[in-house]
């Protein structure tokens, strides 16, 4: 009896500490997105007047400067609609590279392909902006420099060099259904529209993803390759820009640009879990 | 004797040519010749007529531009040009991007012209054998079909070589000329060798900075690689436990944090941590006036890098924490109950079991994460932007990592831009990186065993 | 791997072989005519100019003005003028060459400067630009635009502003206050002493959530620090870059001054953020003074009108002319001898001495690689021009480059004040040599560590450097460490 009330009791004490670690983890990861979404209610907008974590005033002008003010440092509704173009862009067709990368490196065996496989993961540890001043020389030479375009061609280009996590999805199909539809006939590219597409949805999904949300928060490549045209600025560079007393401002705008991201990690958190565990590591 | 036999290897594939042609057929001698020829002495016309344009297409390129694109690779220009004067001159930088790319299809087309002899020798072959010799439509079937990959690759590859691999070259080879804003078109740069590399580890400046932030880098990547990790794993199951209720909402949390843009994130952070930002009045209000932090200053060393290292796991936490839930669910239940049976406390099922099995399972992402983290720009550029000037730092703050000095040399940090020494830096981050994570990634379990699964 | 080796080996090799070939220009000789040759004859026709001015310029509508004007005055010539729309940092350097960039820029003389020293900007004739004209323009503000090349000394900019610190404040904060020389400026502001004094005060009456500062000044901030350094001896370049004078005469006082600044502000004064608050600050009343360029007065002007019509609730007309009234631009205060602001001043002219600043020259150049470079001149010539300067000083509150137009009915009261500084030598013109970057770099971190270690680590006062002697090691220290960085580099 006093045994197992013991054990009642260790159970509960347990339980408590477990939920209080929790707690105190969901404040520290709420916390600063909530100060985010406090702070874009800012009156003055300045960083430097606040009391402790809170401005000394509230108002809504922010938002309605956030969309309605056109000055050199604030442009939002342009900026974004620059960012769309080129995160959605940029998504389809890197999805298109990567989804072809991947199944042909899994399912081709071919002379080359070890040592592409090698180049491609060395050259995958490296961002890409390392090599920023050959980049700026291209683009300027392909015309694609103060561009929105060459930033699509630069991000879907690169893309496929991210492909081992698809891969390692393709490799989990077993070669007997292949075998099974080459039997019936079929050629590699009716095997691959009618047989591998459907079974990788899940794939192609967080596929695009990942491919939407890397152009739509990315600072460098923008920064270097809009060349300070301001009717080309991203979100991102242009949040950047504002200065300490336009915080109010950098909130508002950085908690519009992570409201869509943020539902879609949610709506699609299923496919999110799955792609992670394929190894998937957020940039 | 050591010469003879380097001599006597460098020979060999001559030799091997000479053997190949003294046998071959005269398809492959008429291909050898001029590409697609003995395609169409094979009977195969039509792809016989498209080698024979990729000929001409090739050497109507080279005679054009590519001749003079591979010299200028070399020389880097001849004339200083002045634009005040109006006189015209040579780019330097433009025609080394071009002598690279020259190469780039001058080997291209080295590969398709070997490719065309092969073919030809072997379509003879087979039709001396008696065997059907495909025709153009059959040969563009194949490309749908057996050289399926010869298609899907084509672009993507065309892309990487383009945007991955052309920078990566240009990069090297700048690293080789001491091209900076002040040697920059419309003056002319030249090759100075290992210049760059002499003057990185000779300039005091240069040898101070580089040495404290090799230092933090190899501190940094093994810290925050851990801290991720773990603190991704002890979350997991913590809220994987049998007493927690309504995970799903437990792990929104992270996930909300996981979704925000990253950038977004950090510089919000940097305002929490300024001088006499929320956390340091919070410190005052709790300890007293002289509890304030000096977090992000320009010269402050320990306290900047525990909050970068404390910013990146909040930024890094939740991935790692999706990544172990997903590890362990699964894994096998039995295992624990067994050890249940046996007796053995939580401590040591999370040592014995679930900690080795997590590890394998999640190693070669762990090994991404730690390169991933070795070369983590965002972090110092957006907690100390601006921070540049350190003391005793060349261009550098003390939470900066290589590859953030790289881009304060080449572009950050006022006014010159040492693009040169720049890129020797980025080769410094090459071979290191770069070993690592080839060995690594070859003696990973997943690259030996990869074709086990099937 | 073996065959990575033999690649880069194969690389490699060729660039060895090249190693030091090819021919170098540079040094080259010409007549005026041919330097001059891109101007000659008639304007371009039917072309549209990129003009890249700077951001206050552009969100207060001088720029929009100023392209409209020209653009009426030259549509019969088919020259039209736009916004580059860049960012007002971009770099000359790196986009001119390969195509991009603007064809007229405005920027400070040390970045013209660099520019034509690679042959980025064009040489001027000057004998076409109006604000050559005999008289109109001081040589002090001509000098800085001044090169040796192709022997013989050329113009690579037209100034358009002087820029230097003058010190801001609110008339009726200090009302108050005596002014016992009757020339407008209250004598808290007249000399650092009593400033530090009065900043004191004001600092030990506020509380710490709302905090007041007398003097408020971003401390790291090289520019506009430098100059109690110069003050002291001090100098930056002698007659070579080898020669660098930090710690020349009595600088270490210019330290002692920038520690007893630091005491009377908090620990932000080691970052940006003074600057970055101080239009918004002064308008508050949260800082009393605070010193920064003259270009910025606009927005002092629009923090104070803002606050008048939010706060104040005040109508819009009555806010623009209380905030005119109100908003005063006085010189920098004088430095004590001695270099200790704690000490008592009783006779003002043998105890203090005149402040001397860093300044610099803003002005417009056109790019080498623009298309059209008679019709920028068209430009360059138009906005250099008596109207347009003296709009420029009205609409935006700069001190005019051109005597003339500083003179004007309607400029600021200050021009005038600040063109004596130059004249009496007190501005030190910012040198326009690559190697600055890395005496600024090293400045810089020694201010910052002076001023932490007052305001962090001291806890109010000097800790570490509280002696001469350690400021004097300190100094040399950066000397040093200049010299360091500097070994390759120039």
Not at chain 1, 186 to 212: C, W
Not at chain 2, 284 to 296: N, P, Q, R, T, Y
Not at chain 3, 98 to 104: A, F, R, T, W
């Amino acid at each position: 009896m006093t045994k197992s009330k013991s054990i009642r009791v260790k159970r509960i004490a347990d339980s408590a500490w477990t939920h209080i670690v929790l707690l105190v983890v969901a404040f520290l990861f709420f916390f600063p997105c909530v100060w985010l979404v406090i702070s874009s209610f800012s009156s003055t907008g300045s960083i430097y007047d606040y009391v402790g974590f809170f401005p000394k005033g509230y108002s809504f002008s922010t938002w309605a400067d956030l969309f309605t003010e056109k000055t050199p440092s604030n442009n939002y509704p342009v900026w974004l609609g620059n960012t769309f173009y080129v995160a959605i862009l940029s998504s389809i067709f890197s999805t298109v590279l990567v989804i072809l990368t991947a199944y042909t490196m899994s399912r081709f065996r071919f002379k080359s392909r070890k040592t592409m496989m090698k180049m491609t993961l060395l050259f995958g540890i490296f961002p890409n902006f390392m090599n920023m001043t050959a980049l700026f020389v291209i683009m300027t030479q392909l015309h694609l420099f103060n561009n929105l375009n060459g930033l699509i061609v630069l991000y879907s280009c690169s893309a496929p060099i991210g492909y081992l996590t698809q891969k390692g999805f393709f490799d989990t199909i077993p070669n007997s259904i292949y075998d099974a539809a080459r039997i019936d006939g079929a050629n590699n590219l009716q095997v691959f529209v009618k047989m591998t597409l459907p079974l990788s949805k899940a794939m192609i999904v967080y596929t695009a993803l990942t491919s939407f949300t890397f152009p739509w928060s990315d600072f460098i490549l923008p920064q270097m390759l809009l060349g300070g045209n301001k009717d080309n600025y991203t979100v991102a560079i242009g949040l950047n820009e504002m200065t300490d007393d336009m915080f109010s401002l950098f909130a508002a705008g950085s908690v519009f640009i992570a409201v869509p991201i943020v539902l879609l990690y949610f709506s699609l958190a299923g496919f999110l879990v799955n792609g992670v565990a394929a190894g998937a590591v957020k940039e | 004797m050591r010469q003879d036999k380097m001599l006597r290897a460098a020979g060999e594939p001559f030799r091997k040519l000479g053997r190949f042609f003294k046998t071959c057929g005269t398809s492959a001698k008429c291909s050898a010749a001029l590409m697609g020829l003995g395609q169409i002495r094979n009977g195969q016309v039509g792809k016989g007529v498209v080698l024979m344009l990729a000929e001409i297409a090739f050497l109507a390129y080279f005679v054009l531009v590519g001749a003079k694109d591979l010299i200028g690779l070399f020389t880097l220009g001849l004339t200083e040009g002045d634009p005040i004067l109006g006189i015209a001159g040579d780019n330097s930088i433009t025609m080394l991007i071009r002598g690279v790319l020259s190469v780039i299809v001058l080997l291209g087309m080295a590969y398709l012209y070997v490719q065309n002899v092969r073919d030809a020798e072997k379509t003879a072959l087979r039709a001396q054998a008696g065997r059907p010799v495909n025709g153009f439509r059959q040969s563009l079937r194949t490309l749908l079909d057996e050289k399926f990959y010869f298609v899907t690759l084509a672009l993507p590859v065309a892309g990487v070589l383009l945007f991955n691999v052309l920078p990566i070259v240009f990069t090297v080879l700048t690293a080789f000329t001491d091209y900076s804003s002040n040697v920059a078109p419309p003056r002319l740069v030249s090759w100075i060798g290992f210049g760059n590399f002499a003057e990185l580890f000779t300039k005091v400046s240069y040898v101070s900075t580089i040495g404290k932030i090799f230092y933090w880098n190899v501190i940094w990547a093994v810290l925050s690689t851990f801290f991720s990790y773990f603190g991704g794993l002890c979350l997991a199951l913590l809220i994987n436990k049998k007493c927690v209720r309504g995970k799903t909402v437990w792990r929104a949390f992270p996930i909300l944090a996981y979704a925000v843009p990253g950038f977004i994130t950090m510089i919000g952070f940097r305002y929490m941590f300024s001088g006499m930002g929320p956390i340091n009045w919070l410190l005052v209000k709790l300890w007293g006036e002289g509890a304030s932090v000096d977090f992000l200053d320009i010269n402050s060393v320990w306290a900047a890098r525990a909050v970068c290292l404390l910013v990146n796991t909040w930024v890094t936490v939740p991935a790692s924490m999706l990544l172990s839930t997903s590890v362990l669910s699964n894994m096998n239940k039995d295992m624990y109950e067994a050890a249940d049976l046996d007796g053995a406390n939580g401590m040591q099922q999370f040592v014995y079991l679930t900690l080795p099995f997590v590890f394998f399972a999640t190693m070669p992402i762990l090994i991404s994460q730690f390169i991933g983290n070795f070369n983590n720009f965002g972090i110092s550029f957006f907690l100390r932007r601006g921070v540049i000037n350190a003391a005793e730092y060349e261009r550098a703050n003390s939470t900066d990592l290589l590859i953030n000095w790289l881009y304060n040399l080449a572009l950050g940090g006022g006014s010159d831009n040492y693009y040169g020494i720049a890129s020797a830096v980025s080769i410094l981050i090459f071979v290191i990186t770069g070993t690592f994570s080839l060995i690594a990634y070859v003696t990973s379990p997943s690259y030996k065993r990869e074709d086990t699964y099937k | 791997m073996k065959k990575l080796i033999a690649i880069v080996l194969a690389a490699v090799t060729p660039v060895a072989l090249f190693a030091g070939c090819g021919e170098r220009g540079g040094g080259q000789t010409a007549t005026y005519e041919q330097v001059m040759a891109k101007f000659e004859g008639e304007p371009e026709k039917n072309v549209t100019l990129k003009v890249l001015d700077n951001d206050i310029a552009r969100e207060q509508g001088y720029f929009d003005q100023l392209i409209g004007a020209f653009n009426e005055k030259y549509a019969k010539y088919g020259i039209k003028a736009e916004d580059a729309n860049m960012s007002q940092y971009t770099d000359l350097e790196k986009n001119g060459p390969l195509g991009y960039g603007p064809d007229v820029l405005y920027d400070a003389n040390d970045k013209i400067m660099r520019y034509a020293e690679n042959n980025h900007v064009l040489a001027l004739p000057t004998e076409k630009l109006e604000a050559y004209g005999e008289g109109k323009t001081d040589s002090a503000v001509t000098e800085p635009y001044s090169m040796n090349k192709y022997g013989m000394d050329l113009q690579f900019g037209v100034p358009i502003n002087v820029q230097t610190p003058v010190m801001y404040y609110l008339k009726d904060t200090f009302a108050k206050e005596a002014d016992a020389d009757g020339d407008g400026t209250p004598d808290v502001l007249e000399t650092y002493n009593a400033l530090y004094a009065y900043s004191k005060g004001v600092r030990a009456n506020s509380t710490v959530d709302n905090p007041v500062f007398g003097y408020a000044q971003s401390l790291n901030n090289e520019y506009f620090n430098f100059g109690y350094l110069l003050s002291y001896g001090a100098y930056i370049f002698g007659d070579s870059t080898s020669d660098i004078g930090l710690a020349n005469g009595e600088s270490y006082k210019g330290l002692r001054v920038i520690q007893d600044l630091a005491s009377v502000m908090d620990r932000d004064a080691s970052s940006d953020s003074y600057t970055v608050q101080a239009y918004n600050s002064i308008a508050s009343g949260k800082y009393r003074a605070t010193i920064t360029t003259p270009d910025v007065y606009v927005k002092f002007y629009n923090a104070l009108v803002d606050r008048y019509v939010k706060t104040d609730k005040m109508e819009k007309a009555a806010a623009q002319k209380k905030a005119r009234e109100n908003l005063q631009v006085a010189d920098v205060p004088r430095l004590p001898v001695s270099g200790d602001l704690k000490q008592t001043i009783t006779d003002a002219d043998s105890q203090t001495f005149a402040t001397t600043m860093m300044g610099g020259v803003n002005g417009y150049a056109i790019s080498s690689y623009t298309k059209s470079p008679k019709a920028c001149l068209l430009f360059v010539d138009f906005a250099s021009g008596y109207e347009q300067v003296v709009k420029r000083a009205t609409m935006l509150g700069i001190v005019p480059a051109r005597k003339d137009a500083a003179e004007a009915e309607g400029t600021n009261a200050y021009s005038r004040m600040v063109y004596n500084r130059v004249e009496e030598g007190r501005v030190q013109m910012m040198p326009s040599v690559r190697a600055l970057t890395s005496v600024w770099a090293s400045v810089g971190s020694m201010l910052s560590a002076v001023t932490v270690d007052v305001t962090i680590e001291g806890k109010g006062s000097p800790k570490v450097y509280a002696t001469d002697a350690s400021l004097k090691t300190l100094l040399a220290k950066t000397v040093e460490d200049i010299k360091k960085s500097m070994q390759i580099s120039s």
